[in-house]
């Protein structure tokens, strides 16, 4: 069964440093690997996403994320943080074949202090 | 030009009552969803309709009963509602066989009293 773990459900960094949130994953078949945004009183959005392609994946805002499968992980990572990036952020999995059954992590709340 | 929207966005209901919540997307998707966000954020899905058809309906009490007229509408209504009833519903859509990107619409606050 398909199933993410999220490590840290509070994250805080100061503006301008490095953001780093963790996601390991677990999943029987190659999953498809995602990463959301919520901010507060909205809906999710997505910012990347990784379907087999290169393990290295740029998404919106300057965010990216790596597969690792010898690690089960794909932390998202952000160089500098900013004050918009505020927000709680999902990790996701969704397993191969048949209809698109996704399961999200219990979120991690990015802090970002001035 | 909302991708997926949602009526109510508030709703405020006493224990017992009967309630609806209305989805559309306007993608053209395949495949839409129903998820439930309580107070800790945490994302469940509840379920999900493939052109119609249901396809995913995760153990929620059938007081819930969704509804889709076609579609591009997604509907979700709940009987005798309770108190545990209170969170935030996400419909979103996805296009079928795609790398099954979800698309959520804004969220129905539902509070219970």
């Known amino acids: 069964a398909q199933s993410v773990t999220q490590l840290g459900s509070h994250v805080s960094v100061s503006e301008g440093a490095l953001v780093l949130l963790r996601c390991n994953y677990s999943?029987?078949?190659?999953?498809?690997l995602f990463w959301y945004v919520q901010y507060p009183n909205q809906g999710l959005q997505l910012l990347l996403k990784y379907t087999s392609a290169a393990t290295l994946v740029k998404g919106i805002n300057g965010f990216e994320a790596e597969f690792k499968k010898s690690e089960t992980s794909f932390h998202l990572t952000k160089p500098s943080a900013h004050m918009s990036d505020a927000a709680e952020y999902f990790c996701a999995v969704s397993e191969g074949g048949g209809y698109q059954k996704v399961t999200f992590g219990t979120g991690t709340k990015l802090q970002v202090i001035p | 030009d909302t991708a997926v929207s949602q009526t109510p966005k508030y709703l405020v209901t006493q224990m017992g009552n009967d309630k609806s919540i209305k989805c559309e997307q306007n993608?053209?998707?395949?495949?839409m969803y129903w998820y439930k966000q309580d107070s800790k954020k945490f994302l469940k899905i509840m379920f999900s309709y493939n052109n119609k058809e249901l396809i995913i309906n995760e153990t929620v009490p059938n007081r819930f009963s969704p509804k889709s007229p076609d579609k591009a509408h997604l509907n979700l209504h709940i009987n005798s509602l309770e108190l545990g009833d209170s969170a935030v519903y996400f419909c979103?859509?996805?296009?079928?066989?795609?790398?099954?990107?979800?698309?959520f619409g804004p969220g129905t606050r539902l509070l219970v009293l």
């Open positions: 999943s029987s078949v190659p999953p498809y």
């Open positions: 979103a859509s996805s296009p079928q066989r795609e790398s099954r990107t979800q698309y």
């Open positions: 993608l053209g998707h395949d495949t």
